[in-house]
């Protein structure tokens, strides 16, 4: 008989001096994702550059983490997981300082893609130590205290943004994060220990090189839909969109073909895993877009100010943290069905009235309701994410937790480009469609259809939510 030994169960190892290292790094690296989205404005009116081109510090932070996830799993088995988070932590730390520095938009953006390459090897390192060292029986409980991360800290982002642009400057957004992430070096110097096995495997460079073309060219057609009035239509979106979909499949068929692919898609076999990546892809494009566009509305034809606009923001960031754990916890207890069922039903509901936002539409409301969003996404994105993992077996925790890794920037960038590229779209339709329209009535029309077709997605979460089931963890299983 074989079993799976778990590292929380040797007294040798300090799990939660472990996993605490690598939550406190990830909390600040991961917040930074959102943090700049009420200070979009601000930015914009400071360096003299458009929406289209600002939201590159969004999308092209989204950009970066896309071309380094895939490799993540890779980047595992070569090196310890002392070595990956302190080397992330340091490229992270660089590049914030450079933003915080910057005297022009190019340098700020440097700055920001930098902290993407600290950010994104991260989050596998995180996901991988939690399904080696705990066992599944509990994996909903710690999955839900890495929610707290993984979206308390970007739900968070908006509400500090607005308060600091606020009072202090946007520059602090990045100063601030300085002190923190040295903290988390120091803590992580002296607890944080290996517990994954360092194998080395063979290094393909081709299928590398496929990787970086085909998400980061993909991601970057998606990013430019914006940057000219063409939209889809643009020559540089149509070639960058067909060249990384083509190298992604190319990408994909030489993983099925190698002994040692850098990033194992057999993990697609999985159906609850395969259930997974389609509920947390819909899931983050809804939550990133709705970020991005209700602060810009908000600002713009509500004409609210940066700090009301992150006060509003509050109590569904302070509620989707703080219930990440009961989440985790109560998937452990009831199962995904039961969880996510209701909860995308709830999100489907919110999105249809913000289908009628407009301007006189009461803060108070879009409080409500924004609170309501993140919590239904709160009790069906690490669910979702829990339950798929679960279903695999132990030798491809690696390349489960770098393929739904990847899917959080990919889907993001996705989400908040085409979103974005739809809203303007619709903008100018409206205003040269009704001659005498103003600005703020083209606006909410184009927020309105923006709503519209995130409340079909969330629809199309509820259907998938009926037919989730309790993934069987296969590593419990014996072998004679």
Not at 132 to 144: D, E, H, L, Q
Not at 258 to 268: A, D, G, Q, Y
Not at 408 to 413: E, F, I, K, N, V
Not at 435 to 442: C, F, I, N
Request: charge should be neutral; include cysteine; charged fraction near 10%.
């Amino acid at each position: 008989m074989k079993k799976y030994e778990f590292l929380a169960d040797d007294p040798s190892v300090n799990s939660k001096m472990i996993m605490t290292s690598l939550i406190i790094g990830a909390f600040f690296a991961i917040l930074n994702e959102t943090l700049l989205n009420v200070a979009l404005t601000t930015i914009m009116e400071e360096f003299d550059v458009t929406l289209t081109t600002v939201q590159w510090m969004a999308t092209g932070f989204m950009l970066v983490m896309g071309i380094i996830l895939p490799i993540s799993a890779l980047i595992i088995q070569w090196f310890t997981t002392r070595q990956i988070f302190l080397g992330t932590m340091i490229i992270f730390i660089t590049g914030t300082i450079i933003a915080a520095c910057a005297q022009n938009f190019p340098m700020l953006l440097t700055g920001r893609m930098i902290q993407a390459v600290g950010t994104g090897a991260l989050m596998p390192v995180l996901f991988n130590v939690m399904l080696v060292m705990y066992k599944p029986a509990v994996r909903g409980k710690i999955m839900g205290i890495i929610g707290f991360v993984i979206m308390f800290a970007p739900a968070m982002g908006p509400t500090l943004s607005g308060v600091i642009v606020e009072y202090l400057g946007w520059r602090y957004l990045f100063i601030i994060v300085v002190p923190c992430v040295l903290f988390a070096l120091i803590f992580a110097s002296k607890y944080l220990v290996n517990v994954s096995e360092v194998t080395k495997p063979k290094i393909d460079v081709l299928s590398v090189l496929l990787s970086t073309i085909g998400f980061g060219g993909t991601i970057y057609g998606f990013s430019s839909v914006g940057q000219s009035e063409a939209g889809f239509s643009s020559p540089v979106v149509i070639v960058s969109i067909i060249i990384g979909l083509l190298a992604i499949v190319l990408f994909a068929w030489r993983q099925f073909k190698l002994e040692e692919p850098i990033m194992n898609l057999r993990v697609l076999k999985y159906p609850l895993f395969l259930h997974a990546i389609a509920m947390f892809l819909i899931i983050v494009m809804t939550m990133f877009a709705t970020e991005i566009i209700l602060p810009v509305y908000m600002q713009t034809t509500m004409l609210v100010s940066a700090a009301v606009v992150g006060m509003a923001m509050l109590p569904g960031s302070l509620l989707n943290g703080f219930l990440s754990p009961f989440m985790g916890a109560l998937f452990d207890k009831v199962g995904p069905r039961v969880m996510m069922i209701p909860a995308t039903a709830v999100l489907s509901v919110v999105l249809y009235f913000y289908t009628k936002i407009n301007p006189d539409t009461s803060v108070w409301m879009i409080v409500v309701g924004f609170a309501l969003i993140m919590v239904s996404i709160s009790a069906t994105m690490m669910p979702a994410q829990t339950n798929g993992l679960n279903q695999l077996p132990k030798e491809l925790y690696p390349h489960g937790s770098a393929v739904m890794s990847t899917l959080q920037p990919l889907g993001g960038a996705i989400g908040v480009s085409v979103f974005i590229s739809i809203l303007n779209s619709k903008k100018l339709a409206y205003l040269a469609n009704n001659p005498g329209a103003t600005e703020s009535e083209a606006m909410t029309s184009a927020v309105e259809f923006v709503y519209t077709i995130s409340f079909i997605g969330a629809l199309i979460t509820f259907v998938l939510a009926l037919f989730v089931r309790r993934a069987e963890p296969i590593e419990l299983e014996t072998e004679e």
